[in-house]
Every structure is written in structure tokens, then in C-alpha cells.
């Protein structure tokens, strides 16, 4: 990347509108930061370059000979490594890098690459490229992390473990149905992501700036080239849509909160406190100052960039809050979302790793499960079935007999002797429970064995929904590969084309 020369004249691509060279302070503040997104938006430049001048020529606005000629400089920089192409700051961003590329070897064929297009439509190509590219990275990222989800809950169908609700014990579930929990919500995310998908998977290709071209510009046909499943039918509204990166980010926060939520559990289970898993040595980092620490480092970064991402979800707020026609705002959005994308796509990865990788401490989660008077709410219910009091009774009952348990140190059982003293003192009377029963309320596995209804943490419903989860993940599948299989056919209808056109210059 080179500093400006002050002798250029300004930006080579504006014209003779202005008498004056950028100023440097301009150039550090706003061009540097333009500049610094062509990583991100250069495969897609040169896809929107190649379509709208071969569009052209199929239009008859640019001639044979220059239009082939510029077809064939355009494959030449496509097959150019970025790293070898010095960009100048002072030419402002870079598609006027590109341009300048150009005229340095044909300045009459490189004269008609901005016929019919203003400046920002290019970036505003190849920023949706670089959108729907990491879209559908993610959602096999997605897909991967739920299959990781439900492989562990196939594993685990019949291991019983404490679930816990304000970090007490709460009921004993499976641990399958726990890891399930997590699995729908990315179901959603799935679906968020290709509705997502199908709104960037747009193009505003062929917009002449605000209210259309005088020029025979084919906008579907330039959508056909570039992969898109159609124009954006308003060419204001093509411009700048500052909804977009608001619904990118908030996807992004969504299906982030998912993954946080679970690893902020896992951090928790992996203390010696709780005990409840270990996670592998690779997803692990060590203390420098105190050698017994094994830090749950990979849990505690997806914590923290699900924090940084949703703060950058209200900047893409922020930054659309302009009047309706101020487009160079979204300069902080062209980068700034492809990068969250990639954030998000390698979080989503390191979770599915942290799955594989986990150890369950399943012995230890089957003792936790009969702790905490995990049974409480059963032995209200079975009070409510057996004994005919209603359930707010029952609960009274359950509730006064935990105190009074808890008081005289029975630990985590409620006998029968204390059961009988709470009924008495809130219906008058004594309640009869039969041992086997009282037994059975022990028994953690009993307990969720008795959750058979739809969504139940029973190992029959359970079953159920990993049956479910794995066909839905197929059809997700499917799309995966369709649609990458549709926009690499077009990429690859476009540049025959292009080497077609530049043949005949």
C-alpha cells in the first residue's frame, strides 16, 4: 500500500472537478479505511467488473474492440495476486485502484468501465458477494455445530443429570435432552440465515445511481451473471439499504447468543465446583503465573466476541440513521459485517470442536441428580394424584416439608415422618404415601423416565427428536450444497463469457 503523492492529480477517476489533491488528513482518516476492506471486496469487484462490461458489449454500448480489450485486462488482474498490486491511498478506494490499473495499460478500453455506474454500485456488488460467500460458510458451520449436538445426545440418551435453573438444582433430566436444548435454537438460526440469504442474494447491479440509466442497461441479466436471484427491483432502494446490515448483525447476535449461552453453562460445569465436564487440553490454556490452572480459554472467547458483536449490531444501527440518500455511511458497514461474518464462522467451528472434544463426568452428573431435592416438584405431583389436594397444597406441603427437613439435617431426603408433620400442619391431616413410591421419587432415572410426553426428556421422545433434528439438517444440507453448486455455475458461465467477448478484440 503506498502513501499519497501530492503531485497526483485528485483521484483519477473524479474528473476535473476539483482543483486540489486530497488532503493528507483526509486520506489517513476516511481512504486508509476504505482501502483497507479491498481483501474483502476484490474477488467481488472483479465478478461486477466482468458482468457489467460484458453486459455492455451484449448491449451494444461498448464497442468490440476496446470492450474486448478491457475484458481481457480485467481476467489478467483476476489472475493477479492482490499482494503484488500496490494501492495507492490517494485514489481513494478500491475500485479506483483498479481503474487506475487499467488505464496504466489501456486508457481507451479502461475509459468505459464506468459507463452507466456510479462509483459505490461496484463495492455495493461485491459487498453482497462477500455477504451471501460467508452466509454460506456459516451455515455449514451451523449445521456441523448441530450435528456435533446431537452426536453427543445420541451418546447420551440415557445419562441422567442435574438441570439447573438460577445455577440450583432444578429436576434431573438427560443429559441428551440438555444438549438438545441447544440444538432447535440453531434449527432457527438455519432458517433465519436463508431467509437472510435470499434478501442479500439481490442485486443492485445496473442502477444508475439513483433513478435509473438512459443507457439499454439489462439489470437482470447483470443479476444472472453475478449468481443473484433477481434485481432489486427499486434502483433508489438498490443504492443503499440500511436494513441490511442491521438484520446481518442481528443474525449474527441471534445464533452468538445461542452458542454464549452454552458456553457460559459449560464454564461454569468445568469448574471444580461443579465438576460436571472437562474440556480437551486443545480447547484449554494455561496460566503463566499459576501452574495448576487449565483455563477454559476457548469458552470465554466466545463469550467475549458475543459481547463485542453485539455492541457492533447497534453500530450498524447507527451508521444507517442518515438521510435517505447518504450513501458513503456504509463504508463502516462494507467491512465491518463480511468481518463479523467471519468472526461468527470461526466461533460457531471452535464451539462444534469444543463438543468433540468434551469429557462428560457422567458418573458425577448421576450422583449431582439425586441432590438438591431435585425430586420436589414429582413428590407434589404424586401428593396431587395420590392424595387428592390440589397442586398449590401439595406445593405447601413439599415446600414445609424441605424446611423442616433441611432444619433437622436430613440433607437432601424428606422422610416420611417429616412429610406426614408438614401435611398435618397445613391440611390438618396426615397424608400415606406408600414406601415403593417414596422410593421410586428417589431414583433420578425413574423420574425422567416418566417424561414421555412430546419434547419430554424421556429417552422415547428424546429419540424422537434426534430423528427430527437429523432430517431437518439434511434439508439444510441440501441447500448448502445447491446453492453453492449454483453460484460457482455462474462464476464459471461468467468468465467463459468474458474470455469469449475479449477473444473477439
Known sequence: ???????????????????????????????????????????????????????????????????????????????????????????????SNREA???????????????????????TIAYRIAVRERLLTLAAGLVDLASALVARARENVDTVTPDYTYLQHAQPTSLAH????????????????????????????????????????DRARLAELLGFDGPIVHTRDAMWQADGPVELMALVVAMLLGVDRLAEDLQIWNTSEFDLVELADRHARVSLIMPQKKNPYSLAFIRGLTGTLMG???????????????????????????????????????????????????????????????????????????????????????????????????GDDVPRTVLEAAAREVVGRAVSLPDRELAGL?????????RRGLGGAAPEPVQVMIEELDRELDRHRDWHRDTVKRLAHAETHLATLARTHASRA
Request: glycine fraction near 8%.
Open 1 to 95: 500500500m503506498s502513501e499519497p503523492n501530492s503531485t497526483r492529480s485528485r483521484g483519477q477517476g473524479e474528473g476535473a472537478r476539483l482543483r486540489e489533491a486530497p488532503a493528507p488528513e483526509l486520506i489517513q482518516a476516511s481512504f486508509r479505511l476504505e482501502i483497507a476492506d479491498t481483501p474483502i471486496l476484490w474477488r467481488g469487484l472483479g465478478l461486477a467488473d466482468l458482468a457489467h462490461i460484458s453486459m455492455l458489449l451484449e448491449a451494444g454500448v461498448v464497442p468490440v474492440k476496446p470492450g474486448g480489450r478491457l475484458l481481457a485486462l480485467l481476467l489478467e488482474l483476476e489472475a493477479t495476486p492482490l499482494e503484488t498490486i500496490e494501492l495507492d491511498l490517494a485514489l481513494e478506494d478500491a475500485y
Open 101 to 123: 490499473w487499467l488505464r496504466r495499460r489501456d486508457p481507451e478500453a479502461a475509459g468505459w468501465m464506468g459507463a452507466g455506474r456510479p462509483r459505490r454500485e461496484p463495492a
Open 178 to 217: 440438555y444438549l438438545l436444548s441447544f440444538a432447535y435454537p440453531v434449527l432457527r438460526d438455519l432458517e433465519r440465515l436463508e431467509a437472510c440469504f435470499a434478501r442479500a442474494n439481490r442485486s443492485p447491479a445496473g442502477i444508475g445511481n439513483i433513478n435509473g440509466s438512459r443507457l439499454p442497461i
Open 312 to 410: 457492533r449490531m447497534v453500530s450498524m444501527a447507527a451508521v444507517g440513521k442518515t438521510p435517505s440518500a447518504q450513501m458513503d455511511n456504509r463504508i463502516f458497514a462494507i467491512g465491518e459485517v463480511p468481518r463479523a461474518l467471519d468472526q461468527t464462522i470461526d466461533a460457531v467451528r471452535l464451539m462444534a470442536g469444543v463438543l468433540r472434544g468434551l469429557e462428560f463426568r457422567t458418573e458425577t452428573m448421576r450422583a449431582r441428580a439425586n441432590e438438591g431435592f431435585a425430586h420436589a416438584t414429582d413428590l407434589a405431583e404424586v401428593l396431587m394424584g395420590s392424595c387428592g389436594i390440589d397442586y398449590r397444597t401439595a406445593h405447601r406441603i413439599v415446600g414445609l416439608a424441605i424446611r423442616k427437613a433441611l432444619e433437622q439435617g436430613h
Open 442 to 450: 428417589r431414583d433420578p432415572h425413574a423420574i425422567v423416565a416418566t
